[in-house]
């Protein structure tokens, strides 16, 4: 797996945000799961922390994953390259 560059999954977690916003079913989901209110992915849309939450919870199913990669003509992979790009995204080796 090819890592991508903090910028490459910056502007992917964007474009995941942005998805979600189009999203009427997940929208609320994610709120939810998050804590987020509307006026939040607007001001926190530059912060790193918040963009490794929406990748965060695209991750959570594979069928999302496959709903936005579809949409915005991206690998099934690359949520997570640029995920493993952002804080906190690094590999966890339990032993």
Same mark, same amino acid.
């Given at each position: 797996?090819?890592?991508?560059?903090?910028q490459?999954?910056e502007?992917?977690?964007?474009?995941?945000?942005?998805?979600?916003? =189009?999203?009427?079913?997940?929208?609320?989901?994610?709120?939810?799961?998050? =804590?987020?209110?509307?006026?939040?992915?607007?001001?926190?849309?530059?912060?790193?922390? $918040?963009?490794?939450? !929406?990748?965060?919870f695209?991750l959570?199913?594979?069928?999302? !994953?496959?709903? $936005?990669?579809? &949409?915005?003509?991206?690998?099934?992979d690359?949520?997570?390259? &640029?995920? &493993? &790009?952002?804080? =906190?995204? =690094?590999? !966890?080796?339990?032993?």
């Amino acid at each position: 797996m090819t890592p991508l560059t903090q910028q490459s999954a910056e502007i992917l977690a964007l474009e995941a945000l942005s998805w979600l916003v =189009g999203n009427d079913e997940l929208l609320p989901v994610f709120l939810g799961s998050t =804590g987020a209110s509307e006026a939040d992915l607007r001001e926190r849309a530059k912060d790193r922390d $918040f963009l490794a939450s !929406v990748l965060d919870f695209l991750l959570m199913d594979d069928a999302w !994953v496959q709903q $936005f990669c579809d &949409a915005s003509d991206h690998a099934p992979d690359y949520p997570m390259r &640029a995920r &493993a &790009a952002l804080p =906190g995204g =690094g590999h !966890v080796n339990w032993t």
